[in-house]
């Protein structure tokens, strides 16, 4: 069992998963905040500019160097997933609201160091999970 779950091969960045999957991750990390005085915040990447409604194949390569960026800029410890045509969200496990903002500026960074296209606008929401009583 073991070795069937294990990763074998050991890459930086963030653990991407599926949006259906990210929901049952989601669940387990506010079960685990239960009981935990770890902090964790929920990044949400969004991206708009022209065009960005239609799929296009543009807009998909625009949205693969978002979700580079976002693998770079994670470590190892947080949850990515794309979650639609534009959107990316993101678990910041074990991180405060200023490290959150920082690891947001740096994907938004990196993400416009990648893309040079001023047509698209990339902009974050970012919210503390809460611990349930």
Do not use: P, W
């Not at 069937?4 to 929901?23: I, L, M, N, P, T």
């Not at 625009?62 to 794309?82: E, H, N």
């Not at 690891?103 to 349930?132: H, T």
């Amino acid at each position: 069992l073991m070795d069937s779950v294990s990763e074998k091969v050991h890459r930086q960045g963030s653990y991407q998963v599926k949006s259906d999957d990210f929901a049952n991750i989601y669940k387990f990390v506010m079960r685990g905040l239960e009981r935990s005085s770890k902090r964790v915040q929920v990044l949400l990447m969004t991206l708009s500019g022209c065009g960005i409604e239609s799929q296009t194949d543009y807009n998909s390569k625009v949205m693969s160097t978002l979700a580079s960026a976002v693998q770079v800029c994670l470590r190892r410890g947080d949850i990515s997933s794309v979650c639609s045509k534009n959107q990316i969200v993101i678990l910041l496990m074990d991180a405060d609201d200023d490290g959150g903002h920082l690891v947001a500026n740096r994907i938004v960074s990196n993400f416009y160091g990648e893309c040079d296209d001023g047509d698209y606008e990339l902009q974050y929401d970012i919210r503390e999970l809460s611990r349930v009583c």
